[in-house]
């Protein structure tokens, strides 16, 4: 009983270290998307341009809610099975 425990525990702490890892590059790609656009570095000439961006980091953002989602799930269910062990 004590061994499925800290096997549960051991998940627990994996997948919430995924889940922060998920949030730490999501705010680090959000910044140096905003870094340029405010010091004015990036220029954009057309539309195809603006749009790309946004594509690739509409991708980006649902790829990473979709992690976030999954972690959540599975940390839900950790707990549940440690609350039944106690």
Known sequence: MDVRKDILELH???YLTYKITIIIIFFTSFIALL???L???L???S???ISLIVLIFSIFIILIISYLNKFDYHLR????ELKKLK
């Not at 269910?77 to 549940?80: A, M, P, Q, T, Y």
């Open 77 to 80: 269910n950790i707990l549940e």
């Open 39 to 41: 010091t004015g570095q």
């Open 12 to 14: 627990f702490h994996k």
């Open 35 to 37: 870094i340029p656009f």
């Open 47 to 49: 539309v195809f341009d």
């Open 43 to 45: 220029e954009f000439s």
